[in-house]
C-alpha cells in the first residue's frame, strides 16, 4: 500500500470512529474482546461460590449440630417438619391439631415415599442424594435449552442454578423447590417437544402432579400445562390423579370424616395468617403488601384473583416463547403467595428466557437490554445472597432494588411475549423456535453476538 493510500486509510478509520455508527463499532468491537475475560471471571466466582455454599449447605441437611455459629437456623428444619407432618397424616388421632399442617391430603401421600419410610437420618441422606440428582437434571435442562453457542456460555447458565443462594437455602434447610421445579419444567417440556401420545402425556402428567406438592409452586404453572398444548387430556390426568390422591389420603385416616372439617377449616387460618411468617424482611409477595394496606381478609380472594389473571395472560399468550411464559409464570408465582429466600429459584426461568434473548432476539437493542438485565440478575441471585450477609437496615434497602428488578423482568417479558405471539406465525415455514436471530444488524455484529 502505497502513503496516499495509508493516508486515505487512516482518515476513513478517523471519521468512522467520530461518527456515531464507528464509536458503536468501537464499543462493540472493545466489548467483544473483553467477553471472554468477564465470563472467565463469571465462572470462578460462581464456582467458587457455590463449592463453598453447597459445601456448607450439605453439611446442614445431612448432619446434626447443637450449635452452628453461622445460622440461628436449625439444620434441616424444614424436611424434619415434613418428616414429622407425612408421619402425623397417617396416624393422626382425633383430637390432632390441624394447625400444624400446612399441605393438602394429597401431598403427605405423594412426599412419603420420600419421607414417610425409614428413619429420619436415612431420610435426610436421601433428600441429599435426589437433590444431586434433580439438581443434575436440571443442569441439563438448562443447558439444552440455553442455545449457549460457546463452552463458556454453557458453563455460565449450568452454573445458574448450582450458585444461587435459593439453591443453597432450599438444601441446607430441606426444602422442597428443587424436587418440584425440575420435574415441573420436564413435563412441561415433554408436551411442548414430544409427539402427541398417551404415553407422553401419562409420563408429563406425572411429573407436573407431583409439582403440585406445593400448590404455592405447581398451580402457577399448571396453567402452562392446561393452555399450551392445546389439548385438556395432560391437564385431565392431572386433576383426575391428584382428586384420586385426595380421597385415598382420607380413606388412610383413622378419622376422616372429622379430619376433613377440620382441614377445610385451616386452609383460611393458614392463608391470614402467613403474613406473620418469616418476619425476618418481607417486600416481594402479595400478603405482605395487603398487610401493610390493611387488608388482611381480602389476602385468600386476591390470591386466586391473581392466580386466575396469570391463567387468563397463559390463554391469551399460549403461543408465546416456551420459556418467556416460564419465566412470567415463575416470577408471578415469587409475588403471588408467601414465600422465603429458598424459593427465590422461581426465578430460574425468567433468567433462562433472558439468556436466550440475549442471543436470539431480533435486533441488537433488545438483545442488549436482556443481556444486561441477565447481567444484572446475576448478582441479585448467586449465593449467598443479600438477606442474611448484610445488616439491617441495608439488607431491606437491597431486598427492595432487587424486587424492583424482578419486577422490571418480569414487565420485560410480558412485553416480549406479546412479540413473540407474532413471530410464532413462522412456524408454519418451518421454523421450530419462535425467537430467531435477526438480519437488521452488521453481518460483523451479527457474527459476534447471534447465537
Request: proline residues 5%.
Amino acid at each position: 500500500m502505497n502513503s496516499s493510500n495509508r493516508i486515505a486509510s487512516s482518515t476513513h478509520t478517523r471519521i468512522s470512529v467520530r461518527s456515531p455508527a464507528g464509536a458503536r463499532q468501537v464499543a462493540m468491537d472493545w466489548a467483544y474482546e473483553l467477553r471472554p475475560i468477564l465470563l472467565k471471571a463469571a465462572l470462578l466466582a460462581m464456582i467458587l461460590l457455590s463449592v463453598i455454599f453447597l459445601g456448607y449447605e450439605f453439611w446442614r441437611l445431612v448432619f446434626e449440630t447443637a450449635d452452628n455459629p453461622l445460622s440461628t437456623e436449625v439444620n434441616a428444619v424444614d424436611l424434619k417438619q415434613r418428616y414429622v407432618e407425612v408421619r402425623r397424616w397417617f396416624s393422626v388421632p382425633k383430637s390432632f391439631d390441624f394447625s400444624l399442617l400446612t399441605y393438602q391430603p394429597a401431598s403427605y401421600l405423594m412426599l412419603w415415599p420420600l419421607l414417610g419410610w425409614g428413619p429420619l437420618a436415612a431420610v435426610r441422606w436421601l433428600w441429599a442424594l435426589t437433590s444431586i440428582a434433580l439438581l443434575v437434571w436440571l443442569g441439563r435442562i438448562i443447558a439444552s435449552e440455553s442455545q449457549a453457542s460457546t463452552r463458556l456460555e454453557k458453563w455460565l447458565i449450568v452454573l445458574v442454578p448450582i450458585s444461587m443462594y435459593a439453591t443453597g437455602a432450599t438444601i441446607g434447610n430441606g426444602q422442597l423447590i428443587i424436587h418440584l421445579l425440575t420435574p415441573m419444567l420436564a413435563g412441561l417440556l415433554i408436551l411442548k417437544k414430544r409427539p402427541v401420545s398417551f404415553k407422553n402425556d401419562l409420563l408429563a402428567s406425572s411429573f407436573i402432579l407431583f409439582s403440585l406438592v406445593k400448590s404455592s409452586i405447581g398451580v402457577p404453572f399448571f396453567w402452562i400445562a392446561i393452555f399450551m398444548p392445546r389439548r385438556m387430556r395432560p391437564a385431565i390426568l392431572v386433576v383426575s390423579a391428584y382428586v384420586m390422591l385426595t380421597v385415598l389420603s382420607f380413606m388412610l385416616l383413622k378419622a376422616p370424616m372429622e379430619i376433613d372439617a377440620k382441614l377445610l377449616d385451616n386452609i383460611s387460618q393458614v392463608a391470614a395468617s402467613s403474613v406473620e411468617w418469616g418476619n425476618e424482611v418481607r417486600v416481594a409477595d402479595l400478603p405482605t403488601w395487603l398487610h401493610h394496606l390493611g387488608m388482611d381478609r381480602w389476602m385468600l380472594p386476591f390470591s386466586f384473583l391473581f392466580v386466575g389473571l396469570l391463567g387468563l395472560w397463559v390463554w391469551r399468550h399460549n403461543t408465546s416463547d416456551f420459556w418467556i411464559i416460564c419465566g412470567v409464570a415463575g416470577i408471578w408465582a415469587r409475588f403471588l403467595t408467601y414465600h422465603r429466600w429458598y424459593d427465590d429459584l422461581l426465578l430460574l426461568p425468567a433468567m433462562l428466557a433472558l439468556f436466550r434473548l440475549a442471543k436470539c432476539d431480533r435486533t441488537f437493542r433488545t438483545r442488549l437490554f436482556a443481556g444486561v438485565l441477565f447481567a444484572l440478575m446475576i448478582p441479585a441471585m448467586i449465593a449467598p445472597g443479600t438477606l442474611y450477609l448484610f445488616y439491617p437496615p441495608w439488607n431491606l434497602y437491597l431486598e427492595v432494588l432487587k424486587s424492583i428488578l424482578w419486577g422490571v423482568v418480569l414487565v420485560y417479558l410480558m412485553i416480549r411475549a406479546n412479540e413473540s405471539d407474532l413471530l410464532a406465525a413462522n412456524k408454519q415455514h418451518g421454523v421450530t423456535e419462535s425467537l430467531q436471530p435477526s438480519n437488521d444488524i452488521p453481518a460483523e455484529t451479527e457474527s459476534m453476538y447471534g447465537s
